[in-house]
């Protein structure tokens, strides 16, 4: 059984010291508004022109580069962290199209990937419920349920922090996990 620490942090991702931060990012990968927009300022160019070359790379996959659902890794370069897992949640779209499947998968691709890279530790901003409108508390009980369920398969993964930025994700993610959380700034 994986013991890892499930952490709760109210705060700007993209000042983490972590092994590999989250970006929900869309599935052209070429950066966006919101997190992945801060992300990419953070970061520097360098990022997005790794993000071009996969893209290219991964031109051909229908839904693509980046299919929601699907997961990939890169440098992070003038980010604090190692690596950067992008991941493209669902759109809402009233719930019957796939989307907690998706989104399901957008944590467990995320974590599949950072073991697989032997990354120690991952923290994962809130997919989907921004701009994309998958509502807040349905996405914050699938994603601690598909967190907590794929750390069984993941037992290199010693630290899983959820990064709430706005106050109402950052009180159910409190409520799911029942932990005192630190603030991040
Ligand atoms: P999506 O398109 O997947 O909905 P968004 O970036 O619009 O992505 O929103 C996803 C979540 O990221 C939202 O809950 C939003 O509040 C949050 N967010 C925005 N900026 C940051 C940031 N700098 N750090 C962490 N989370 C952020």
Redesign the pocket.
Known sequence: MNMAKLELIR????VLEIDALVN?A?SGLLG?????G?IHRAAGPELLAECVKIAGERRHIPGGPCPAGDAVITGAYRLKAKHVIHTV?PVWRGGGQGEPELLASCYRKSLLLAEEKGLGSVAF??????????PRDKAAALAVETVKKTLGETPGIKRVVF?C??GE?FRLYRNLLGLQAGQAF
Request: glycine share 26%; hydrophobic share 30%.
């Open positions: 705060g700007d991702i993209t929900a869309n966006g508004g919101g997190v992945d801060a949640g901003p809130n997919i989907s419920t921004g701009v994309y409108g998958y990064v930025f706005d994700n």
